[in-house]
């Protein structure tokens, strides 16, 4: 009998229980990543966690660190709080594009130009997840939602707004970019990204912020696979991948 | 130990800026309001130099917000604000109570409703004891009437936070804020460094993750919650504190707080001078209200004159207390005008003859 080898494990800082999420969502990889990012760093035990509103807020069940819950949008502003109260500990939030780029549009702006040493994850899934499907600022142009039931109109209602440049021409800001959960390169790619933005607030550089493009097919009213397509067809397209601001480029050069 | 320090000659709102850096104050989150501007501009540069962390936010909203997140980490922090600053606050007030977050908010209220003007005013006596924000919850709330009780009061109201784990509200107004008094500092025995252990977020070593939240989503679990809160402020309403100036022969009884409540002393002393039986009760806590005090003189037969800056609110605590024995009168001033001593002759003597 040839001998078994284990390959691949939970991650510490995940805790051992099933998530709520939907078939087919990608927040599931999003925290994945942060939590294997969080034990391969050797950070769990000095991370302080700023949840916010939406699907994601159960995060707080799903890692295994120290956490505080944020209104509506206002996570960038707790995790302000949080960092100026305890500038050694590792601050991380994690936000949905209705908390983010709506209710909680200055919070983030500002959070990002004082150069805050926090890390934002921003899960970008074109629609307003826990509450049922409405339009959120980045839903694509022609996109159903239940309060765009004939489409997003951008005459009426604006472009969908592309956070990662808006954030990478902040002042404050050290690492800016916008990634996919999609394929295992772009999770790859993904994995490397989130780690960059935990490591210039290691290196106290500034605000570092991941935009993850992420699939709602609940919402999206897909199948897991169709919703995993929208991504790379329609999603990608509007919301290109990359880097928009890496101050560690500059120092290193 | 307790430190005696200088006698210094201070607006009221530089009294609770020293007052909550000799506390032990860590945190500073405000965003500019007339009448309170000069507390983050003396934080701005006194609490740096104290070792602290000042940040003038993007907004009343994002200030409040960043306190929830020092007072998680079981730091001392407040923040300050006048009227509509403390409407864009309430939000976050409402999860500091829900999520049992202890913290220190300074109202320097002016007059209202909307944009009112930046004068005193005692308009937002509801908004701060019935609760403010949504949901079921109360904030102690602290009615300093002179600079050295508002250096006093915001030292107490951190330990007050710390005890019950609550946000405390400091509530004050323009006349209080802007007048200059003799003051004399002093600072709390050392603030225990252990202060939030147990439940502050450090960091989950050698044990499960901590979560301070509001949300309670299962069958029963915000009923428990709430009934927890409940327990905590029945708890509170063992702790009041008012002042009673000449009410022992008094046949009338005025009840007023804060500034007014200081001005109405002058009145109190110059009828008494003029041999009228006048007495004063002033709430130093307005949220708990000293109601068995207040029912202790209703029960000595007197009569009671309650006088506000404003179109009537403490009046209902007023009457809520003595309801089963007398009623009280109300005189508003209306904000908008500033009073004098004068202004509450009339009322007064009107209520007196009354009887
Ligand atoms: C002040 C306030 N307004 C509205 C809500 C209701 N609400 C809860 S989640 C949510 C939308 C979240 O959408 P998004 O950030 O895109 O997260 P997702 O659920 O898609 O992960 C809203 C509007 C709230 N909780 N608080
Ligand atoms: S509603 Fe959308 S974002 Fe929320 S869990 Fe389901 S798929 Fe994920």
């Known amino acids: 009998m040839s001998e078994e080898k284990l390959v691949f494990d939970r991650a510490d800082a995940l805790v051992d229980v099933p998530t709520h999420y939907c078939p087919g969502c990608q927040h599931g990889v999003a925290q994945r990543l942060a939590g294997e990012l969080l034990t391969e760093m050797g950070l769990t035990e000095n991370t302080l966690l700023v949840t916010s509103i939406g699907c994601s807020v159960f995060l707080y069940n799903y890692l295994n660190v120290d956490s505080v819950e944020a209104p509506h949008g206002r996570a960038p502003a707790v995790a302000t709080g949080v960092k100026r109260a305890r500038a050694d500990k590792f601050v991380l939030s994690y936000q949905g594009d209705g908390d983010l780029a709506s209710i909680g549009m200055a919070e983030i702006m500002h959070c990002a130009n004082r150069g805050e040493n926090v890390s934002i994850i921003f899960v970008n899934n074109t629609v307003y997840g826990m509450t049922g499907g409405q339009m959120a600022p980045t839903t694509l142009v022609g996109q159903k939602t239940t309060t765009s039931p004939a489409g997003r109109n951008a005459s009426k209602e604006g472009l969908p707004i592309r956070m990662s440049e808006i954030i990478g021409q902040l002042g404050g800001t050290a690492y800016s970019a916008r990634v996919a959960v999609n394929n295992v390169k772009n999770i790859r790619k993904a994995k490397k990204a989130m780690k960059k933005a935990f490591e210039v607030q290691q290196k106290e550089l500034g605000f570092g912020f991941i935009e993850v493009l992420a699939t709602c097919p609940t919402n999206w009213r897909m199948d897991a696979l169709k919703a995993n397509e929208r991504i790379e067809e329609e999603l990608i397209p509007y919301f290109p991948l990359g880097v928009h601001k890496d101050v560690t480029a500059e120092v290193e050069d | ?355």
């Open chain 2, 1 to 355: 130990m307790t430190k005696t320090g200088e006698k210094l000659f201070i607006k009221g709102n530089e009294a609770i800026s020293r007052g909550a850096i000799a506390a032990g104050l860590k945190c500073y989150f405000g965003y500019p309001i007339t009448p309170q501007n000069d507390i983050p501009e003396y934080m701005s540069a006194a609490l740096p130099a104290a070792g602290g962390e000042f940040v003038q936010a993007e907004s009343e909203v994002a200030a409040a917000n960043m306190l929830i997140g020092a007072a998680a980490c079981g730091v001392r922090s407040m923040t300050s604000s006048s009227s509509p600053g403390i409407s864009l606050k309430q939000e976050a007030i409402s999860y500091l109570a829900g999520s049992e977050l202890p913290t220190v908010i300074v109202n320097m209220n002016r007059g209202g409703p909307g944009l009112g003007d930046i004068g005193p005013s005692q308009g937002d006596y509801f908004q701060s004891v019935k609760g403010g924000g949504h949901g079921d919850y109360r904030t102690l709330v602290l009615a300093p009437g002179t600079c050295q009780e508002a250096y006093d009061l915001v030292i107490q109201a951190f330990d007050l936070a710390f005890k019950y784990r609550n946000p405390v509200m400091i509530l004050g107004d323009a006349i209080l804020g802007q007048m200059k008094e003799p003051v004399i500092t002093w600072t709390p025995e050392a603030t225990d460094e252990s202060e939030g252990k147990g439940w502050r977020i450090v960091g989950a070593k050698d044990r499960p993750g901590r979560i301070l939240k509001s949300l309670h989503l299962s069958e029963g679990a915000l009923a428990k919650h709430n009934l927890m809160l409940k327990n905590k402020y029945e708890d509170m309403a063992s702790f009041t504190q008012k002042e009673e100036y000449q009410t022992e022969d008094a046949d009338l009884i005025i009840v007023a707080y804060g500034s007014i409540g200081r001005i109405v002393k002058s009145t109190i002393k110059k009828l008494r001078n003029e041999g009228h039986k006048v007495g004063l009760f002033r709430p130093i806590t307005l949220y708990p209200f000293p109601s068995d005090d207040l029912k202790k003189l209703a029960e000595q037969g007197k009569k009671f004159l309650t006088i506000e800056h404003n179109l009537g609110q403490m009046v209902e605590d007023v009457r809520l207390s003595i309801r089963t024995i007398a009623d009280s009168e109300f005189f508003g001033f209306y904000p908008g005008n500033l009073p004098t001593p004068d202004d509450f002759e009339e009322p007064i003597l009107k209520a007196l003859g009354g009887k």
